[in-house]
């Protein structure tokens, strides 16, 4: 009888603690959706910024020529880079070089890219396209570089 008992307490025991290991599981689960969620709503907010000051004749190459950049370095080259590229191709502003942590994994149409810890060529400034990451990237080419830093946002939404 005590042997039935023990082993049907250690069943709920069993029981509770896989439920418990569940629900954090989910809520785990839960919490990386919110937060790549949040990320995506920012991308589609910027994105929507962007086309929206592409209908209205409003171009990046202007932002650059008012603030007297002629060339830059493009951080991140991920699809936002990409756009940057195709939306400042034909222009007089040169992207001289990309930069990247992962240069191998890159899908960028830019041919000379950089790892940040490399010594990087002069530019007039760099544009940070992973604008969630700015602060923290900033912080970190500050240290090496002094060229100016600009994130992608701080650009689109001057527009």
Request: proline letters at 2%; glycine letters at 6%; a negative charge.
């Amino acid at each position: 009888m005590k042997k039935k008992v023990c082993l049907r307490f250690m069943a709920f025991v069993g029981v509770l603690a896989g439920a418990a290991f569940w629900n954090w599981k989910n809520r785990a689960y839960e919490d990386d959706l919110k937060k790549y969620g949040d990320k995506y709503y920012e991308y589609f907010q910027l994105l929507d910024q962007w086309l929206t000051s592409r209908n209205e004749g409003k171009r990046i190459a202007n932002f650059f020529r008012q603030e007297n950049i002629g060339k830059i370095a493009i951080y991140g080259m991920g699809e936002l880079a990409n756009r940057l590229f195709e939306e400042l191709e034909g222009s007089d502003i040169q992207i001289l070089y990309g930069i990247d942590r992962d240069i191998c994994c890159t899908n960028s149409r830019i041919t000379d890219i950089y790892y940040p810890d490399d010594i990087l060529p002069e530019v007039d400034a760099i544009v940070i396209t992973p604008f969630l990451s700015a602060e923290g990237i900033e912080k970190n080419l500050e240290k090496k570089c002094g060229y100016r830093l600009i994130s992608l946002d701080q650009i689109i939404y001057s527009l």
